[in-house]
C-alpha cells in the first residue's frame, strides 16, 4: 500500500510540476525578446569611450611664460583650423584641428609621443577648442599628461611669442 501511495504521490508531483513548467514556458513566451545589446567595437587609438567633455573638470592650463620656459621638452598642438595654422603658429607646433580631431583619431596614428607633457592652444575665448582637442588626445594616448596654454594663440603673441608660417616674426 505505500508504495502505491509512492507512485500516486510522485505522478501527481511530476504532473503539476509539468503544469508549472508548461505555464512558466507560456508566460514567458508573452514577453517579446530583444537581443542583446553588441559588445562596443573596438576603436582606434585607444579610445574606448565617447568624449566626456561635459562630465570632466577642465585640464591643467599652463601660462606663455611657462611654455617658454618647458619648451623644447613639451609637444605643442594647435588646435585652430589648418589655415590658420599656416598664416602661423607657434614653433614646432603639431596641427590637429579640433573641428577634424574626431576623424584624425579614428583614422590615423598619433604622432605624438605619451612620455612628455602635450600642450594644446587656440584662438577661442575660454580655449574651448584646446580643451576639446586635448580632451580627446587623453583619451586617445591615455597619458593624462595634456595641458592647455592658457589665453591660447591670443596670448602667445602678446607675450611676444615667436611664430613660424606665413607671418613669421622674430
Known sequence: MALLALARDTVLLGVGALGLGVASLAARLDVPWTPPPAPPEP??????????????????????????????????????STEAFVDGHIPGAVSLPAA???????????????????????DRDGGVDAEYVGRALDLALGCDRVIVLEGGYT????????????????
Open 100 to 122: 577634424d580631431i574626431d576623424a584624425i583619431i579614428a583614422n590615423e596614428s598619433l604622432p605624438l609621443p605619451v612620455d612628455r607633457d602635450i600642450v594644446t592652444y587656440c
Open 43 to 80: 576603436a582606434a587609438c585607444g579610445v574606448d569611450e565617447a568624449l566626456a567633455v561635459a562630465d570632466a573638470p577642465d585640464l591643467a592650463r599652463i601660462a606663455v611664460a611657462e611654455l617658454r620656459t618647458r619648451m623644447p621638452g613639451v609637444v605643442i598642438v594647435d588646435a585652430r
Open 155 to 170: 596670448a602667445w603673441l602678446a607675450g611676444d611669442g615667436a611664430i613660424e608660417g606665413a607671418l613669421q616674426s622674430g
